[in-house]
């Protein structure tokens, strides 16, 4: 059953009765552009195939109940007035989080019962969380017979990252979200939230890889790194590291470890257009160049990936050849890999990395084909 009818079933099993809609918000790769969103750099993202649903239904009285079917029917319940966060953070924050964020707009359905199921993996650097909220903020607008825009939509979940699970996030993930469109990368400023819709080549595939090496955001080196550039743009006495450049870094003689963040930055953002560049040139070659740059450096500059990351990475690399390319995605310390590759070119991949992980006497990491032809993303499960 995919999320949806989960979802559905979930509803009626624990309200008795169907429910009246039923909202959906995928999950995200990012191709490249990342640790770029809170520096208000440029990031292409792309919605992937698997999401988050949200089946609703309105009662009489005040109180949000919801049940979380992917955590053994765990439930939550409560009233607006005087809400408080859940703790330890976990998928109750972010439910509270939307409801009062959506509240805080207007968007007041009352009495509210939902039942939540996923597909994204969590953990794994694609957007598990983003994707809940911007499905709960879908279904919270459904049952007050409105709809957000996409930004806003994108900024309410934003915020309940930041205030009600404590990760001072960027907004790439929800504006991919909220925004993008099944079979397209988008290309986001995250200085003006203005968006571009770039087509992926029909030929070319976009293959995930799990690591198995999972991670919370939550546990302080995210923030750690956004306080890294924080402090490299204040030095340099700009806004952001969006206006920096690497003589700018160079002449500066920051902190070496502060100098390494922002160069990061700085070259992660430009390579950021020119993959815009390869993909609309359907230069599969020049992408992939692109995206083992940006590994090097999130490896070495950044430093947020990790030694099971960096072995997978290679051992794509390896496979791939010249006509394509992967890297970690996602926040890092674990997560993903993401791989672009020729369509044609996939089985021969993915026997090369079977072989590869047999010859080391394990099995192979979960993998998921994407994009470009692959199942519909967007609002659809
Ligand atoms: C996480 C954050 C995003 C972004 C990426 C790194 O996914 O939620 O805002 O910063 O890490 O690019």
Redesign the pocket.
């Known amino acids: 059953m995919n999320p949806v009818e989960r979802a559905r079933a979930g509803f009626l099993a624990a309200f008795g009765t169907e429910p009246e809609g039923n909202a959906f918000a995928p999950g995200r790769v990012?191709l490249i552009?990342?640790?770029?969103?809170?520096n208000d750099g440029l990031?292409l993202p792309m919605p992937i195939s698997t999401g988050t649903a949200v089946a609703w239904g309105r009662s009489d009285g005040p109180e949000v109940e919801a049940v979380a079917l992917d955590f053994a029917g765990q439930h939550d319940r409560f009233v607006l007035t005087g809400l408080t966060q859940h703790q330890p953070a976990d998928w109750r924050s972010y439910l509270r989080g939307m409801a009062s964020q959506m509240a805080h707009r207007g968007i007041d359905p009352g009495g509210l019962r939902l039942t939540i199921a996923g597909s994204n993996p969590r953990g794994a650097?694609l957007?598990s969380s983003?994707s809940l909220c911007i499905a709960l903020g879908r279904a919270i607008s459904a049952a007050a017979g409105t709809a957000l825009a996409p930004v806003e939509l994108a900024k309410a979940a934003q915020l309940t990252?930041h205030d009600w699970a404590g990760?001072q996030?960027?907004?790439?993930?929800q504006m991919a979200i909220a925004a993008g469109e099944p079979n397209h990368a988008l290309l986001l400023d995250c200085r003006n939230l203005a968006t571009r819709q770039v087509p992926m080549p029909s030929d070319w595939a976009v293959v995930i890889i799990q690591s198995g090496v999972t991670r919370g955001?939550v546990d302080g080196h995210?923030n750690a790194r956004r306080r890294d550039c924080e402090a490299a743009a204040a030095a340099l006495g700009l806004a952001s590291l969006r206006d920096a450049d690497l003589a700018m870094i160079a002449a500066a003689k920051l902190d070496p470890i502060i100098t390494a963040r922002a160069a990061h930055v700085v070259s992660e953002i430009a390579r950021t257009v020119a993959a815009v560049t390869a993909i609309e040139a359907h230069d599969l070659a020049a992408l992939g160049d692109l995206l083992r740059a940006s590994h090097a450096s999130l490896r070495d500059q950044f430093e947020v990936s990790v030694p099971a990351v960096d072995r997978l990475v290679d051992l794509a690399n390896a496979a791939i050849g010249n006509s394509g390319g992967a890297r970690m995605t996602?926040?890092?310390f674990g997560g993903a890999v993401v791989a672009v590759l020729e369509r044609s070119a996939v089985p021969g991949f993915l026997a090369a990395l079977e072989h590869n992980f047999a010859q080391q006497g394990s099995t192979l990491p979960t993998i998921m084909i994407e994009g470009t032809g692959g199942p519909a993303a967007g609002n659809t499960p």
């Open positions: 990012n552009g990342e640790h770029v969103d809170y990031v650097g957007s983003a990252e990760v996030c960027g907004i790439m993930d955001l995210y996602g926040g890092g």
